[in-house]
């Protein structure tokens, strides 16, 4: 019966979605028209349109699948491997070696410029929140459901965002609040409703999520500050050896005593099979990002845990649904989905085109502040004054970005005025 409802209320989202799709293309006011041709009455499909949603697909599979494969190698009722730093450990050097192929054997991808300071400053505390959220994350399968754990992660974005106002780089907002009251309202109408609720379970989870939180925000306040932008494979390189070494520390004193004492089954391509899928987990990611937006990532991801839920209730009988965990996982999810709209609404708001007299009046002041900038620079070289490692950095740094705002300017200027004149 759990199960059922949970099914019939995807297909009842997706129902909704189409029928709004559907509507829109009927009356011309759909941005996806414009990625069909229609020659001789038929319609011709785009291919990298079919592309991107095959990358989806691929995603929302790995996504689910690698989850699922967790449970099920950790689980004591199934495979029985209940040591989840050492699964974590297993990821974490197979996803090291192969970047290192990649990066320096085979060079398919080019390292960063990496000091010891950025290294010392951000990759370390960076990984080091990375492997706690992997070790608690996977800890959380051998006490609670997969289709708990995923109502648990609801709260992340409750997580990112107390992490973000608390490290500086969000503010405190009222709307943004409620929604976070609603999520979190949400989880607890779920974990009441939860029959096999477990403290620990839910501890560990809860724990994983902040610490996944707190990643996510160190690598914005981090390495974006140092100029740093690092794809799957780059921040696998240097990310997961450094996770490997943190956990090796827990794996010591607390799954190696235990692996000595136990009748351990230890099949080799089990486990590869699994650290491979959490690979290519990775490089779907970088996969889907390059070809879509944040919004349809964020919809991609709220489709992935309605399957996995709906799913884990099949792989796994002993995981059941009650009507309290759907009426609390909706709650929570509405609080999801209508903060995503806002930071999508703000990053769009940001991102508003201005019109041309705007442009042209901004390119003027840039120019004339840029001319106001220099002249006394060059005044004061020629009176022979003792700022001349100043002056030439800030001329530098007129030389660098006027040509780069200046193209940017007048390709947006062109592009405009074209749209006007079309």
């Known amino acids: 019966m759990s199960v059922c409802a949970c099914t019939c209320t995807l297909f009842n989202t997706c129902h909704i979605a189409l029928d709004s799709l559907h509507h829109r293309i009927s009356l011309g006011d759909s941005p996806y028209l414009s990625n069909f041709r229609f020659a001789a009455g038929k319609m011709i499909i785009n291919k990298p349109l079919v592309l991107t949603y095959l990358y989806l697909l691929i995603y929302i599979l790995l996504s689910s699948g690698v989850i699922l494969y967790n449970k099920w190698v950790l689980s004591p009722k199934y495979f029985n491997f209940p040591f989840p730093i050492t699964l974590t450990m297993i990821h974490m050097a197979f996803s090291g070696m192969v970047s290192f192929f990649l990066v320096r054997v085979f ?3 080019s390292p960063v410029k990496m000091t010891f300071e950025i290294y010392a400053t951000c990759v370390i505390p960076i990984s080091a929140f990375f492997a706690a959220s992997l070790w608690f994350g996977n800890t959380a399968y051998l006490y609670i459901s997969v289709a708990f754990i995923q109502m648990l992660k609801a709260l992340m974005p409750v997580a990112t965002f107390l992490m973000a106002v608390m490290c500086g780089t969000d ?3 009222c709307d943004v609040f ?18 096999h609720f477990n403290v620990v379970g839910t501890v560990y989870q809860v724990t994983g999520i902040f610490a996944e939180a707190l990643r996510l925000v160190l690598t914005q306040v981090l390495l974006q500050k140092k100029g740093l932008t690092l794809n799957p494979v780059t921040s696998l390189y240097y990310i997961a050896p450094c996770s490997f070494v943190f956990l090796f520390v827990p794996w010591f004193l607390l799954e190696k005593p235990g692996m000595e004492v136990s009748q351990i089954q230890f099949n080799f ?12 987990l990775n490089f779907s990611i970088f996969l889907v990002i390059g070809r879509t ?14 399957i996995l839920i709906a799913l884990s209730t099949i792989i796994f009988p002993e995981s059941t649904i009650t ?11 509405c609080g999801v989905v209508m903060y995503n709209y806002i930071k999508v609404k703000d990053v769009r708001a ?15 002041k840039f120019e004339k502040k840029s001319s106001d900038i220099f002249v006394p620079n060059d005044n004061s070289d020629n009176n022979g004054g003792g700022g001349g490692v ?23 200027g062109r592009t405009q005025f074209s749209n006007h004149t079309a």
């Not at 391509?269 to 290519?280: E, K, M, T």
């Not at 991102?351 to 705007?358: D, F, G, S």
């Open 178 to 195: 409620l929604n976070m009251v609603l999520v979190s309202v949400g989880v607890v109408i779920s974990s009441y409703g939860e029959i």
């Open 269 to 280: 391509w089990i486990f590869f099979s699994n650290a491979l899928s959490a690979l290519a």
């Open 350 to 364: 940001s991102q508003l085109p201005e019109t041309i007299p705007e442009r042209i009046t901004k390119d003027w």
């Open 293 to 306: 937006g944040a919004v349809t990532i964020r919809v991609a991801g709220v489709l992935k845990d309605w």
């Open 171 to 173: 503010k405190a907002r």
């Open 107 to 109: 060079k398919v991808v």
């Open 323 to 333: 009507g309290l965990n759907i009426l609390g996982y909706a709650i929570a999810l």
């Open 390 to 412: 100043g002056n030439s950095s800030s001329d530098l740094n007129v030389d660098e970005e006027a040509p780069l705002i200046s193209s940017r300017l007048s390709h947006i």
